[in-house]
């Protein structure tokens, strides 16, 4: 069970938090950037071969304390087939380091469709006589607005999926946050999640379909957590996006576990406020990380 | 205005379908997956070169009488990186033979990563001095779940976006068709399409911001089109899916305007209806398509 996977590794570690890896190249130091274009061009090969050098150099310090990465496929993409290479080169390296990794995806189709983009992320694709893995995640985030015959088709590999619920931004509420029959949409969805889970309820009493629920949101949080008892959250929003410490507490069960909280920019971007030379971003995102480690341990104890 | 771009494509040709590419291998003609495989390997790097040539052949031949192509990403995803790098030529191939490109991706996100997949499918990225584009397609399929500041980023790239309303699946009722304040989901969507539309509405009346509507619940077709009259219409469904001719009029408007229908497995698999050769693939989907245009203007007229 792949839930189960990700709930050992946040216990061994004390720690239930993922850290996002979205390489905007903005967010890089600039002597990796400029060492990359140097080499391969100020192109998407250079661009991609200094994101996956910074995600080396982070995974690096940081999988001894955190247990899981969550690269944001976006951020690759827009550096083109090349950036998709480094967002498949930081997956298999995260993998290697002992990460369990999250591809934030939020993929979404028909069926036939569904199942395609299911192999590419959790599963593997026939190719002539052979069944190679395409990107090999542990887990990958999911949209669920076409219902099940959408969803279904990711749960066939034993791996995780997280499904959009409630998600941080301000206008998450348009069609969410509707009322219908007496419940708010995101309701309904996670009605959905908890059903799909139904069969995948693994020995931590957590299925293999997540829920992806904003910590922006903290009274939706602490509703969700009571009406998805099966469900694991995985939870954005903390740092930069504005939410503390305070607003996660709902997200946990009585026991403290039930739910990851993510970090991307406040990480990635630990070195802008250290006051420390550029050279030592991975540590300062490694002191960022046991900072949010220690804050999140206080308040779900 | 992109969407304009596509009306006029439609008109020139007097054709309003788009060929889905979704080249799973085997729809692909043995001889060339063959080749692909002695040349390059039983790997994703002799998949992709299979399914680039089996893209630019029916490219090739479909120009002529086809405006627009749909490659859908999760064919390509599947493949690995390799994939995504025919995925990125197929986009160029078609754009170099004058067709329109819908990039089917239904991406979805919170603003600032919206707008890195804006940026990947419509726009440009920065890359030190440079400006590069990642996948440049003329238009991208996108899922509003996360309501406006999710979707808003794709339109400053002053190109078409279509975001999913009603799907075509079996399951899609599950969320979209719940009933709210006295309308389903999907017509709450559409309202926020006509909406996220109104700055963009060019010379034929209707906006860079297109829906997804399902050709297989033909009664919402309907209603929506009288709903959104300055939405542009993408309709799956039409051919493999099951809906017919008859069950896509209501998505055009009294001029016979305002949809594009498509058709992916009809076409890439027309060979083996056909009984001629599997050489003659391509020309196989050329006459499907010629059929599946005759019997669309006979029913819009």
Known sequence: MSMDK????????????VAGLDPKLSYIPGFITEEAFKTYGENFCGAAHAILRFNKCLIDELCGIIPAVKPQSAYYE??????????FDTIQYAKQKGMYVIADVKRNDIGSTAEAYARAYLGTTPVGSTQPEAFNADAATVNGYLGSDGVLPFLEWNKAI?????????????????????????RHMAGLVEKWGKGSIGKYGYSNVGAVVGATYPKQLSEL?????HTFFLVPGYGAQGAGADDIVGAFDKKGSGAIINASRSLMCAY????????????????EAER???????VIR
């Open 162 to 186: 997280f499904v959009l619920v409630k998600t941080s931004n301000p206008s998450s509420g348009e069609i969410q946050d509707i009322n219908a029959q007496n419940a708010a949409i995101y």
């Open 292 to 298: 949010m480690r220690d804050e999140i341990r206080r």
């Open 78 to 87: 827009m550096y083109g087939w090349e950036g998709v290479k480094a967002f």
């Open 6 to 17: 990700l709930i050992e590794r946040i216990n061994e570690m004390e720690n239930p938090t």
């Open 272 to 287: 802008r406020k250290s006051g420390g030379s550029q050279e030592d971003f991975a540590k300062a995102a490694k002191a």
């Open 225 to 229: 957590r009571e009406q998805m008892p």
